[in-house]
């Protein structure tokens, strides 16, 4: 269940990025909520490439709550910022890596997992479920890697 104001900044955030040409996608309970799945989201997430992240602050530098840097968290570093709009927290991921333990994986190609939406009359790029999977297999969610896999399966019967 998105609410009304998330179908408002969403309709901001895809006017802006995608007159700007930047490359991103929706992840985490925005993009999942979209893809069908039962989540209320209480944020949203892009992700996107460091430059991208970039721009996207510059493009929203009025809401930015937190400017874009480096940082690791957990098992995932990436270029972090954060905005606020309208009271909600919008993140922004450019050039996630994530550690599975024993390695730092490659950045993925966005453009190999993303597909787009359409929603609220907007065409809107978000993360794969599949590649949502190994993602978060990957980082040791695995409970939230299996609940998206379960779903997967019970989409495809």
Known sequence: ???????????????????????????GSTSFALQRL??????????TDQKGAYEIQSLFKEHVK??????TKNNIRSYFGELNIDGVSV?????????D?????????????????NAFNLELPVLTLE?????????????????LARFISKSLT
Do not use: C
């Open 66 to 71: 937190r400017e874009v840097s480096f940082s």
């Open 131 to 147: 590649y949502e999977v190994e993602a978060y297999r990957r980082i040791g969610r695995v409970e939230k890697a299996e609940a």
């Open 91 to 99: 993140e922004i991921i450019g050039d996630i890596q994530k550690f």
């Open 1 to 27: 269940m998105i609410k009304p104001n998330f179908i408002e900044i969403l309709k901001l955030l895809e006017g802006k990025l995608s007159k700007a040409k930047i490359n991103w996608a929706l992840t």
């Open 38 to 47: 039962q989540y209320e989201p209480n944020d949203i997430d892009i992700q």
């Open 101 to 117: 333990g024993t390695e730092w994986e490659r950045t993925p190609n966005l453009h190999e997992i993303k597909h787009y939406i």
